[in-house]
């Protein structure tokens, strides 16, 4: 069993990805390149001083493109071209809209799940889209936070006035609807609006859009990496069950500002068996070997979450030429504080845009480049 496969059986496992089971179709047509690029901080404080800036929630769900038109079925478009038609948030969306005058509008949101007026984790979500019950489909909503185009035209108002707009368009509406959101220039009233729907309600954190930039908040701290190989040993040394056919930890690393693969430590696979096992299948895209780490081909990426950061002098380098790893150099990097396997990732490639530096918060980022 591959982990791919292992991955898509088990779906009460939190890494568990898969679409929905009904009305899906595959289009060459992506929205990846739409997907907004943010940078980290650690908390209000931490933001650039501003005059005035728009605050929303971040759900944890989907990266979507939800298109309306008027002659044709609506739908929903996620970043991989997997186009979703008829549930009930979609067929919401497009009641709607059919009440106001546009033949056409495309806006981004998150396709995310809510029960009893909380939002579900990602891997919650993913289970009701599993399932493809008619019922647990209703817990699937469409959170808006952008409005792309309308008939046919690039939308070029402020935020404020986009989600003001298109708060009225869905009022009254239980599935699809603008996530909420707050106008302030008061560092205080933002703080107050995360306290309350993050760490009061539940949603992931928040979306900052300051000073014509924007920037995340989130209470749990995470990252996508790539696995560069299996460590061989325990953390004192000692060999571990690599040699029993188990890889029970992973060495991994992301990709640095001048394109290098920069090693940041290593993540426990976790206590399942099974998911063991099928990590060790990947040793047959070995790379090279040595005592401590079994290196294979950097193709395959998974989240991590942390407690905390600390910068660990410096890590080496290397460049991938297709078939081994070659040492550059060393550089400053970090380490991640009691890091924990989330998810796999198979949307996410090996590059600086899905595993690059800006991952890590702007103050640590600063920190990196004075070292």
């Known amino acids: ?63 979507s493109m939800a ?15 997997k186009m979703r038609t008829d549930f009930s948030a979609v067929n919401q969306f497009a009641e709607a809209l059919r009440k106001t005058v546009y033949e056409s509008v495309k806006v ?17 979500f993913i289970s009701i889209v599993k399932s493809g019950d008619s019922e647990q489909l209703k ?54 609006f995360f306290e309350s729907y993050v760490l009061g309600i539940g949603y992931e954190g928040i979306v900052c859009h300051v000073s014509s930039d924007l920037f995340k908040i989130k209470p749990k701290k995470d990252l996508d990496a790539v696995i560069l190989g299996f460590n061989k040993k325990s953390s004192e040394g000692k060999p571990n069950r690599f040699r029993h056919g188990e890889v029970t930890s992973l060495h991994i690393g992301l990709i640095g500002n001048d394109g290098n693969f920069l090693e940041i430590g290593d ?22 070997e040595d005592e401590d780490v079994f290196w294979i081909k950097p193709q395959i990426i998974v989240q991590v979450s942390y407690y905390d950061l600390y910068i660990n002098g410096k890590s080496r380098t ?4 297709g078939v081994n790893y ?16 989330l998810h796999f ?13 800006r991952q890590l918060p702007l103050k640590t980022l600063q920190q990196l480049e004075t070292n």
């Open 139 to 192: 817990k699937v909503h469409i959170g808006v936070w952008a409005v792309h185009e309308i008939d046919g035209q690039p939308v070029t108002f402020t935020t404020r006035a986009l989600y003001d707009m298109a708060s009225e368009w869905f009022k009254g509406y239980s599935n699809v609807g603008v996530l909420p959101y707050v106008e302030t220039r008061n560092v205080a009233s933002v703080q107050a």
């Open 108 to 124: 981004f949101c998150e396709l995310y799940a809510k029960e009893d007026g909380k939002p579900l984790r990602l891997d919650q």
């Open 267 to 288: 993540v426990g696979s976790g206590i399942d068996l099974k998911l063991r096992k099928a990590l060790f299948q990947l040793t047959s895209t070995k790379t090279n």
């Open 67 to 81: 298109v309306f038109n008027r002659n044709s079925d609506s739908y929903t478009l996620n970043q991989w071209g």
């Open 318 to 321: 290397f460049v991938h030429d």
């Open 345 to 357: 990732r198979p949307d996410k490639k090996a590059r600086i845009e899905d595993i690059g530096m």
């Open 1 to 63: 069993m591959t982990v791919a496969h292992y991955a898509e059986k088990q779906s009460d496992l939190p890494f568990s990805l898969k679409v929905f089971t009904v009305n899906v179709s595959v289009v060459d047509w992506k929205i990846e390149q739409f997907k907004p690029q943010m940078k980290i901080v650690d908390t209000v404080k931490d933001l650039p001083d501003f005059q005035d800036g728009v605050f929303q929630v971040k759900a944890d769900g989907e990266f």
């Open 326 to 341: 070659h040492y550059v150099k060393d550089a400053p990097s970090v380490r991640l504080r009691s890091p924990v396997l």
